[in-house]
Every structure is written in structure tokens, then in C-alpha cells.
């Protein structure tokens, strides 16, 4: 199959990795939620009386929260493993997330992979909205970012373009997106009859995104 016909670009999957990175940060906040309610209401202080109370001590949504979180992670991992025809192993909700950023490529070779992909992220930003920690699209709508990184695009065009996006495309000039694709960073497909060469949008940023983090990763082991 190849990148045009895959029902999830690299640019995507770039960007559930950095949600699935969040994991860990959101379980603990989600979890702090559920359980303040225990000490604003001194359910174990010593000068409150113990009495029936009309609902539990503690966030329900948030604890709510975690189970979909859980029960989505786990979900997704057990149809991976059984479209790869292994079982998987137990594991916890951090080592969960870690595991699908591992192997976030098989997303994108199954036949529902798009389904699977718009679930995890419709799960992991609600999660994100309610800690607080959903990072801005850019200045755009969601819709408006899939769509765009769902856009073929010329190397020229790229260029014209990378002004509208932001930090994201800082840097971004024809000349870099050729840079990319001759280093094999960036994958891309060439009309036989003109010679320009065609790419989707998102994984030119997915691209120039990880070849900057590469290029600042000795510098910040030097710092």
C-alpha cells in the first residue's frame, strides 16, 4: 500500500505520538481530580463527623476520564495485536500509551485504520480539554488542520504556504522540502510527465519536525 492510499498520513501519526507522550501527565492529573474532592471535604479528618452522603467523595467524571482513557488504550492495542496474530501482554495505562507510540505505524496499514486513529484522538483530547493540557491547532480548527495536512502539495507551494502556519513551518522553503526528500526524511510521489514532485503537507511538517528536533538533540546533550 502505498502513502497516498494509506488512510493515515506520517503527519498524523506524528501527531498522535505527541499525544500519547501526554499520557502519563493526564493520568496524574485526572487522578488528583478524582480524589481532591477527598480532602476539600475532610472525609478522613478527624473533627468530621461521619454521616450518609447523597453522592461519593470523589470527581466521577474524572474517574470516568481514566476508565475511557484505559478501556480506548487497550482496545486499540488488542486490535493491533490481533490483526498482527499475538497476544498481548498486560500492562498499565502509562506503558499502554508508550506501547501503541511504538507501533503507531500498524494504525496505518489496517483497513480501519482511520476509524481507530480519530477514536484515540477524539479520546485523548477530551482527556486533554479537561486537564487543560489540549495544545492549539495553530490558530486554525481542527477540521481546517486535517484538511490541510491531507492536502498534495508542490515543494513551491509548501513554501507560499508555510508563512499561514506558524512555528510549525519556520524554516520551511522549497529548497528545505527537496533537502528532506533527498536525505529520505520525506517521502513524496513524481509526476512522470513533468517532473515536480507531489507531497502531502502534513508529512512535510511531520518531516521538518523531526529534523529539527535531530538537529537540536546534540546540542541540548552538550548544554
Known amino acids: 500500500m502505498t502513502q497516498e492510499k494509506l488512510p493515515v498520513t506520517d503527519g498524523e501519526l506524528d501527531e498522535l505520538a505527541g499525544k ?3 499520557v502519563g501527565d493526564m493520568v496524574d492529573r485526572l487522578t488528583i481530580a478524582a480524589t481532591d474532592t477527598l480532602a476539600r471535604n475532610g472525609v478522613a479528618g478527624p473533627h468530621v463527623q461521619s454521616q450518609p452522603c447523597s453522592r461519593p467523595p470523589y470527581d466521577i467524571g474524572a474517574q470516568d476520564l481514566i476508565d475511557e482513557l484505559s478501556n480506548e488504550l487497550s482496545t486499540t492495542v ?5 490483526h498482527r496474530k499475538v497476544d498481548p501482554d498486560p500492562m498499565g495505562l502509562e506503558a499502554t500509551a508508550a506501547w501503541l ?3 503507531r505505524v500498524a494504525i496505518a496499514v489496517m483497513a480501519d485504520g482511520r476509524e481507530i486513529f480519530e477514536s484515540l484522538r477524539r479520546v ?6 479537561s486537564t487543560g493540557t489540549l495544545e492549539r491547532e495553530y490558530h486554525v480548527n481542527h477540521k481546517m488542520v486535517i484538511e490541510a495536512n491531507r492536502q498534495v502539495v508542490t515543494a ?7 508563512h499561514k502556519l506558524g512555528d510549525q513551518a519556520k524554516g520551511l522553503t522549497a529548497r528545505r522540502v527537496k533537502h528532506l526528500r533527498e536525505r529520505k526524511l520525506l517521502n513524496g510521489s513524481r509526476d512522470v510527465d513533468t517532473g515536480l514532485w507531489f507531497y502531502h503537507l502534513g508529512d512535510v511538517l511531520a518531516a521538518h519536525k523531526r529534523a529539527r528536533e535531530t538537529r537540536a538533540r546534540p546540542k541540548m546533550l552538550q548544554a
Do not use: F, S
Not at 78 to 82: D, Q, T, V
Not at 124 to 129: F, S
Not at 156 to 162: F, G, R, S, T, Y
Open 20 to 22: 500519547l507522550e501526554r
Open 78 to 82: 488488542r486490535h493491533i495485536c490481533e
Open 101 to 103: 507510540k511504538k507501533h
Open 124 to 129: 485523548l483530547d477530551r482527556c486533554a480539554r
Open 156 to 162: 513551491d507551494q509548501v513554501e507560499k504556504l508555510a
